[in-house]
């Protein structure tokens, strides 16, 4: 049982320090080697199982202004002109994939434009980006497409554009609607042009905006967290995502604080960040929305669904273009260049810009669905019997056994039902059920 995570009063009140606590993959990151990469052609070359669902990232790596708590492969300041080759880039990409057995027609069923900021782009290299892209990819059988934005850089006509090209999920990054917090954060927006913003967004008829929400942020109190909750709610977003602030090592915060040797972070401790999420979900819940994972709430769950996210999931395969994106073909994972000027060097080569790479074993994807799957608040145990041949309860029934004690979770009728007590601390619980090689200290 030693290698369950403490779940006494002190562990859970424990104040931030800086590392990882999200989970957004399985094996960890730190796994994947250059050494690897040999797999990615090998991956490439085979032809992708049609039933498996395919997706396309496209990342836009620039921003106005880097937040202090960002740890993304974010670029401020650039120009025109550098924004453009970039995008070239990424197109050429898009081309050297598009030739692949591995894709053999088939057509991507999700796509999402993250960052860095999208929206940072003109409506001339949205249209001209997404007319290229189309031409290797065609979008026609897509049922997602999803945009993020920082407020600041939307205009009515921008948002046209936004929505000509296809999107229809718009995402605003709020975060705080305090202007002083937005400031001394390091955000580039300001509370009015969020509203301005959404208001342009609504008039437009997106299939679905979402709000994001940060809980802890740097000078966050209790009173503004719930002001933004009400503000957030008189908005009637038909979603809300709310992250619990972490501090990576590559953030301003960090260096910040290495500068002043600090081990604690300035910002909430864990357990108050616990219990500002749940305020808001329950506010939300109070008002006729669903908690549907352990980050969101939707005004109407069988409407608003999130593709991205529930495909990569359940294992989709995923072509992610541009500087340190992350790409999983044929059950192989592996990222991009991390330096832009390497990454562009590569591709007009005619060199796809693999860094690095893992092809997990079927124990470690079968860990990967699972510990994912469990961010949504419930897993099927069947689903992991047909796909995996594996029955979780005798797998992990230690595990389940002492977090049923915890008030964490319960087994019912062939499912595995988290707790809002387990739910809001689900990436603190997950590293339990990591194979020993994989279990870090820096997750939280």
């Known amino acids: 049982m030693s290698d369950i995570p403490k779940t006494d009063n002190q562990a859970v009140q424990e104040k931030t320090q800086v590392g990882n606590y999200f989970i957004s993959n399985y094996p960890p990151f730190s796994f994947w080697s250059p050494d690897n990469v040999v797999d990615v052609q090998r991956a490439l070359e085979h032809q992708g199982d049609p039933q498996t669902p395919l997706g396309l990232y496209v990342h836009i790596p620039f921003c106005r202004k880097r937040c202090h708590f960002c740890y993304f492969r974010v670029y401020t300041g650039v120009n025109s002109s550098q924004v453009n080759t970039t995008l070239d880039g990424v197109v050429n990409e898009m081309k050297m994939y598009a030739d692949k057995p591995f894709v ?30 189309k031409e290797y990819l065609p979008w026609d059988q897509a049922k997602e497409v999803a945009f993020e934005c920082e407020p600041g850089t939307l205009t009515e006509s921008k948002l046209e554009v936004i929505k000509e ?36 967004a609504r008039k437009l008829g997106f ?17 503004n967290w719930k002001e933004c909750v009400d503000k957030a709610l008189e908005m009637q977003p038909d979603a809300l995502t709310v992250y619990q602030m972490e501090i990576p090592y590559n953030t301003t915060i960090y260096k910040e604080m290495k500068e002043k040797h600090e081990d604690i972070a300035p910002v909430a401790d864990w357990q108050t960040k616990r219990d500002w999420v749940d305020y808001a979900f329950n506010k939300f819940q109070e008002n006729g929305y669903a908690v549907n994972s352990a980050y969101t709430v939707v005004k109407d769950p069988d409407k608003v669904k999130f593709l991205y996210r529930d495909r990569l999931w359940e294992g989709a395969d995923l ?10 073909v044929n059950g192989t994972h592996f990222q991009n260049e991390h330096d832009l000027d390497t990454y562009l060097t590569r591709v007009t080569k005619g060199e796809l810009p693999v860094y690095r790479a893992l092809t997990p074993t079927d124990d470690e994807r079968f860990i990967r669905e699972f510990v994912l799957q469990c961010k949504l608040g419930h897993v099927a145990v069947e689903y992991f019997e047909k796909k995996f041949g594996q029955n979780l309860i005798q797998r992990f029934g230690e595990i389940f056994e002492q977090y049923q004690q915890d008030g964490y ?14 739910l809001l601390q689900v990436d603190r619980l997950l590293t339990a059920f990591f194979l020993p090689e994989h279990k870090n200290v820096r997750y939280a």
Not at 106 to 129: A, D, H, M, V, W
Not at 207 to 223: S, W
Not at 319 to 328: D, E, K, N, R, T
């Open 207 to 223: 299939d679905h905006i979402n709000i994001d929400l940060i809980a802890g942020m740097m000078g966050e109190t209790e009173t």
């Open 319 to 328: 072509v992610s273009l541009g500087v340190a994106s992350f790409s999983h």
């Open 165 to 200: 090209i296809g999107v229809t999920r718009l995402s605003l990054g709020v975060e705080n609607f305090k202007d002083e917090i937005l400031e001394y954060n390091g955000r580039a927006h300001r509370s009015k042009e969020v509203f301005k913003a959404y208001d342009f």
């Open 409 to 422: 979770l319960s087994i019912q009728d062939g499912e595995i039902q988290f707790s809002r007590l387990g």
């Open 104 to 133: 053999n027609g088939r057509r991507p069923e999700f796509i999402y434009f993250g960052g860095g900021t999208p929206s940072f782009l003109s409506t001339t290299q949205l249209k001209s980006l997404t007319d290229r892209l």
